[in-house]
Nanobody, 125 residues
């Protein structure tokens, strides 16, 4: 049973930074690709970033590129999302996700098999 637990959300002023963490338990090698998605009130869940845990491949949504960085600590079984230069439009619930196969899944939420409970990020103007 794969379990994803996010932490690190909170309230920050525009221009500030936050680092989200996602700890994976129950399946280090069964979660080769990890992703972050977010969902703002009244909007659909959208892709933010993804990483291949045992490689160098990363992908970012255009809206966060150059501001957000996804990384993986495979010893600690934790994936991070460093968010800099935050904007009010980054306000959303952020979800950690994992794909159970090594094939790159793209940016669709349907490509991911496991999900965390979400953590709220609020950016004030």
């Amino acid at each position: 049973q794969v379990l994803l637990v996010e932490s690190g959300g909170g309230l920050v002023q525009a221009g500030g930074s936050l680092r989200l963490s996602c700890t994976v338990s129950g399946g280090t090698f069964s979660t080769p690709i990890m992703g972050w998605f977010r969902q703002a009130p009244g909007k659909e869940r959208e892709f933010v970033a993804a990483i291949r845990r045992f490689g160098v491949t990363t992908d970012y949504a255009d809206s966060v590129k150059a501001r957000f960085t996804i990384s993986s600590d495979n010893v600690k079984n934790t994936v991070f999302l460093q968010m800099n230069s935050l904007k009010p439009e980054d306000t959303a619930v952020y979800y950690c996700s994992a794909r159970g196969t090594a094939a790159w899944g793209g940016r669709s939420s349907s490509a991911y098999d496991y999900w965390g409970q979400g953590t709220q990020v609020t950016v004030s103007s």
